[in-house]
């Protein structure tokens, strides 16, 4: 999985590509809601049985992305940028200030396990 692939800068006009799009479950939009994350409580890295998006709308960031080989990147994150971390794929942000947006996620088959899971 190449996560570049995962940061889709929506206000510049990027869309989800084809190869992304043909590896994630179906979005469960009952799920959407706002978040909001400060420097002090930064999102540890982690990842789920599901995939999560996550929409910013204000602040900075930097979100970090692992794949299960274990390769990483980092990316510097803004408004108008969408994250999609498809399921098994590490991901957590450090904010500047205070960071929000709405986040998502896909259906959950019965057999995932749920929350934050880490290695």
């Not at 190869?19 to 469960?28: A, N, Y």
């Not at 904010?95 to 709405?102: A, C, E, I, L, N």
Request: with cysteine.
């Amino acid at each position: 999985m190449d996560t570049n692939l995962c940061v889709i800068r929506l206000g510049d006009g990027e869309r989800v590509c084809d190869t992304l799009g043909k590896i994630l479950d179906t979005p469960d939009i009952t799920t959407i809601g706002p978040f909001a994350v400060s420097k002090e409580h930064p999102t540890e890295l982690h990842y789920h049985d599901f995939d999560e998006y996550w929409y910013f709308t204000e602040g900075t960031t930097t979100v970090t992305l692992c794949t299960a080989d274990g390769q990483s990147k980092s990316y510097r994150i803004g408004p108008g940028d969408l994250v999609v971390t498809p399921q098994g794929v590490e991901h957590g942000h450090i904010p500047d200030d205070v960071v929000k947006g709405v986040q998502w996620v896909s259906v959950i088959h019965p057999n995932a396990r749920p929350g934050h899971l880490h290695r």
